[in-house]
């Protein structure tokens, strides 16, 4: 009896964490198709960041955040991103798996964990999960925190350079692209000496890659938008 009461409560706790795996997905995924017409209001970091604060009780901590869409942004910031973290942005449909694959040997083989993620794996990570480095949240993944609540390129060019987005010019996205991968130690108003050569290296892969025309040369803005949603 004993025996048939816990294969009960097994079965029932199994059932309920599929229940409530199915509901998240599902949420996820209407989220995910929601973004083809609504402007996200908000994303997963801003909101772990807010609350972070709120714990600290950090009332100066402000959310500084303003959607633009990709036409109103300067061509330079999309190439700049492009040659910092994703050169393959255009060929793949989210995922690099060559990446990943040399990833996965390389830490098999005693290496630090490196990232292999592609924009598209940084948007979703962004939007809906958590920062980290970890394969549970790689996995999860399948832009973003450019400063202390400065949240997206729009507001991090006002903050930072005194202009719109829409006038970033290729120096200035450069430095941008070379804080994102971490916004918290890496500093856009006064870079480091690394940040600098990371800005240098950022700039001779967007000559590399042929500048802004390169942009044109792989399509409209809607399938750059396409590839990152």
Do not use: C
């Amino acid at each position: 009896m004993a025996r048939n009461a816990r294969g009960g409560v097994l079965r029932a706790v199994g059932a309920f964490i599929i229940t409530v795996t199915l509901t998240l997905l599902l949420a996820l995924l209407a989220a995910v198709l929601a973004l083809r017409w609504i402007d996200p209001p908000t994303s997963a970091f801003m909101l772990a960041a807010r609350f972070e604060a709120a714990l600290q009780s950090d009332r100066r901590y402000q959310t500084d955040y303003q959607w633009r869409s990709l036409e109103q942004i300067s061509p330079q910031a999309a190439l700049a991103v492009i040659a910092s973290e994703d050169q393959q942005f255009p060929y793949h449909a989210g995922f690099d798996f060559t990446s990943i694959r040399a990833a996965v040997r390389a830490h098999e083989q005693g290496a630090r964990l490196r990232g292999a993620s592609t924009i598209s794996q940084q948007v979703a990570k962004n939007l809906f999960f958590w920062s980290g480095r970890s394969f549970i949240r790689k996995a999860l993944e399948a832009l973003g925190t450019v400063g202390h609540g400065i949240y997206g390129v729009e507001a991090a060019s006002r903050h930072f350079f005194r202009v719109p987005a829409a006038r970033l010019t290729a120096p200035q996205a450069a430095l941008l692209a070379a804080v994102l991968p971490n916004p918290r130690r890496l500093h856009a108003e006064a870079p480091s000496r690394y940040v600098l050569a990371q800005r240098d290296r950022i700039l001779q892969q967007m000559a590399n890659l042929g500048g802004p025309a390169y942009l044109r040369s792989i399509g409209p803005a809607e399938n750059l938008r396409s590839r990152a949603n």
